[in-house]
């Protein structure tokens, strides 16, 4: 095993030693440019002119933790949204299919309101006010395009179209040859400026179907939606990405326009764009396309701080299904000084088959399928979570997992790492950063990330001196002050026999 480790430390230092000699922070600023625009909006352009491509990032500082009150799932909705089109693109006359949508938003405003009565709501007017919402739908519906703007985007060579949420914020991204560089400019200013909420409904109804399937159906999503509720009291991290069921139905297209307008301002975009991509030719362009987005005051911090967990929670689902452990410590966000401490627990005890939990529970006590521990759950742009989780093997308990999880903890606390570990984890760390740049997608993400973030994107690289400078003795510290009884969640999954679930609920009783 020792020489296995210093045969594989070799082997990385020497391919760190390679990726870093191309990616150091002097060169890149040499090939990068950073504009903020009038309207707030920053832009990056990186040079690496080794291919006819190039990749872009757009980030945008919202998430799911922006959801209004009343609205979980609305951040979310725009991941569906993305590629919808704009007033120009996916409609065969915008003009009209504005009337329709308005009159779409109209009939549901009024079903919404029938339907939200508690006291006094006529079941036949509701379903003639549903009945007005599904027609206006249909009639919005002929003048959609289906598809038009990714296939625009496509048939110029686009590559890897996608977005995404995070609780934290949002993306979006896809790689293009760089003669359509023009194209892509003018398409993205206009996704982002002139959205349009076409088929808004239609998309609700498919995330309402994925909140079924991964969550609702779902025993590991049932646990984490359960647990985050309670080891959060006050921030929006208690609550679920993808939304509440009952909120999530009820959110409109009005709702989510005026999300975007709070949110999808310039002063709160970042977008990078790397590759064969010359700087003192491509800015001027840029910031003709976007530019032109009309500047809006940049939302306000958020002002809810989660406050100090005082005593150990716990949740136990019964489930017809696979027993589950999950346990997690509030620890503070990226800016924290001690966030690269976290990186090397989370590397020391879960990177690969070397790490502490998988060699003490799954290959050691084979008493887990599965055992890692993570950090920034369920983000990290705010205050988060240490989380550690275990799959038992047949005939062995979540409660076996927890005591021998305390077991590897208390080792943490009361015993240095060995040399091995912490050359082991810095010299993947550095790897893993700098490896990342290698590509244009991968780097356009990382500088539009960091610019966010830090307000510089060489922050990125100051990155590797705090890795550099984790201690045995900052290992030791952070485990004592974090991993304690008071500031602990945990959730488990137990399994119920069929045949007491079943009494359970010809009784009355909850799982």
């Not at 922006?66 to 609305?74: A, E, F, K, L, T």
């Not at 995070?166 to 400026?193: H, K, V």
């Amino acid at each position: 095993m020792k020489l296995f480790s210093t045969l594989r430390l070799a082997a990385l230092v020497c391919v760190l030693a390679v990726v870093a000699h191309a990616q150091d922070l002097s060169s890149f600023e040499k090939r990068t440019t950073t504009k903020v625009l009038p309207n707030g909006m920053t832009l990056i352009i990186c040079e690496r002119p080794e291919a006819p491509v190039f990749s872009y990032f757009t980030i945008v500082d919202a998430g799911d933790a922006n959801d209004p009150g009343g609205q979980s799932g609305i951040a979310h909705m725009f991941e569906h949204l993305a590629f919808k089109g704009t007033k120009d693109i996916g409609t065969t006359d915008y003009a009209a299919e504005k009337v329709a949508l308005d009159k779409v938003e109209q009939t549901y405003a009024a079903y919404d309101e029938e339907f939200r009565k508690r006291v006094g709501r006529d079941e036949e007017k509701l379903k003639s006010l549903h009945e007005a919402f599904v027609q206006a739908q249909a009639e919005a519906q002929k003048y959609v395009i289906p598809n038009q703007f990714t296939e625009i985007a496509e048939s110029n060579g686009a590559a890897g179209l996608n977005a995404q949420t995070s609780l934290d914020d949002t993306q979006y991204y896809w790689s293009m040859p760089s003669n359509r560089l023009q194209l892509w400019a003018y398409m993205e200013s206009d996704r982002i400026g002139n959205p349009v909420p076409r088929e808004f409904y239609k998309e609700r109804d498919v995330v309402m179907e994925e909140r079924r399937m991964r969550t609702d159906s779902n025993p590991i999503g049932r646990m984490v939606e359960q647990f985050l509720a309670t080891a959060y009291v006050a921030h929006p991290y208690h609550r679920p990405g993808v939304g509440w069921m009952s909120e999530l139905s009820q959110i409109s297209a009005t709702e989510a326009d005026a999300f975007h307008k709070k949110y999808y301002v310039p002063s709160n975009i970042v977008i990078a764009v790397v590759g064969d991509v010359k700087a003192d030719e491509a800015m001027p362009m840029l910031e003709k396309y976007f530019g032109a987005i009309p500047a809006g005051p940049k939302p306000e911090a958020m002002s809810t701080v989660e406050p100090p967990q005082v005593a150990e929670k716990a949740i136990t689902l019964k489930e017809q299904s696979q027993p589950l452990y999950l346990e997690g410590y509030h620890k503070p966000d990226y800016r924290d000084p001690d966030d690269a401490v976290y990186d090397a627990i989370q590397d020391i005890f879960s990177n690969g088959r070397t790490s502490r939990l998988y060699r003490s529970l799954v290959r050691d006590q084979q008493i887990a399928a599965q055992a890692e521990g993570f950090s920034g759950f369920p983000g990290d742009k705010y205050p988060g979570l240490f989380a550690f989780f275990a799959v038992p093997n047949p005939g062995h308990t979540p409660t076996e997992m927890r005591t021998a999880i305390h077991k590897e903890i208390d080792k943490l606390k009361t015993t240095d790492v060995s040399d091995d570990e912490l050359t082991m984890f810095k010299t993947r760390a550095r790897a893993d950063l700098l490896r990342g740049l290698g590509d244009n997608q991968g780097l356009a993400e990382q500088l539009a990330i960091y610019q966010l973030r830090y307000g510089d994107w060489r922050e990125l690289f100051n990155q590797l001196k705090k890795i550099d400078a984790v201690s045995k003795v900052d290992i030791r510290r952070v485990a004592s002050k974090t991993f304690v009884d008071t500031n602990r969640t945990y959730a488990m999954v137990e399994f119920q026999p069929p045949a007491q679930a079943a009494a359970q609920q010809s009784s009355g009783g909850t799982q």
